[in-house]
């Protein structure tokens, strides 16, 4: 199985590094060429409007989001949630997405950069012990459509609960990145369960 990384923008070397650790060889996609070539896609954490920009400068937009539409599997931290939700709350004017994970994002649900914070997280499906979630200017789930499987939640300090790990079939996505710490739970459930 080949897995690529988008590289455009954000912590791609990150995830690069944690597929590394489980043995993987990733690719990082620029190009129709290398998306091609690959069976499997992580879309990384940074700006989920310049993603969007450079991907359609690097003509690699449509091609993604046709793959996905057709099976490919994919996980998207981060922005990348943003980036796989059908839908987003407090979008910037015109802003699109890949598609296919049946939710409603809001970007930025937990603040600024200087909001940034670090909680464990419960996820039965993806570990059986917790996973040390990194939140930076994170999105959360809204919405969840009937085909969504939420794999974890974080309550806040206000008591309020929301999704931060979902999966839709072929689909996975975190509101967290899991790619920043030594913890590759994450990247194996993709691999081990999500691409089966």
């Not at 012990?129 to 939140?135: K, L, P």
Request: charged share 20%.
């Amino acid at each position: 199985m080949r897995v690529g990384v988008l590289a455009l923008q954000g912590d791609f070397r990150e995830h690069v590094g944690a597929l590394s650790h489980c043995q993987v060889q990733a690719i990082e996609v620029r190009r129709v060429s290398e998306l091609e070539s690959i069976d499997a896609l992580v879309i990384p954490g940074g700006e989920s409007t310049t993603i969007v920009s450079l991907a359609k400068t690097f003509e690699v937009f449509e091609p993604i989001k046709k793959r996905i539409a057709a099976g490919m599997p994919v996980y998207g931290s981060c922005a990348g949630m943003i980036m796989l939700a059908n839908q987003i709350v407090a979008a910037k004017e015109g802003q699109e997405t890949f598609g296919g994970i049946d939710i409603t994002v809001r970007r930025n649900a937990f603040g600024r950069q200087i909001d940034s914070f670090e909680s464990d997280v419960i996820a039965p499906a993806i570990s059986n012990s917790t996973i040390r979630a990194v939140f930076i200017r994170a999105p959360w789930v809204e919405k969840v459509g009937k085909d969504v499987e939420v794999l974890a939640t974080y309550t806040g300090t206000d008591g309020v609960s929301h999704a931060v790990a979902v999966r839709q079939g072929h689909l996975l996505a975190t509101a967290f990145h899991p790619e920043i710490t030594d913890d590759y739970s994450v990247h194996r459930y993709f691999l081990e369960k999500v691409c089966k």
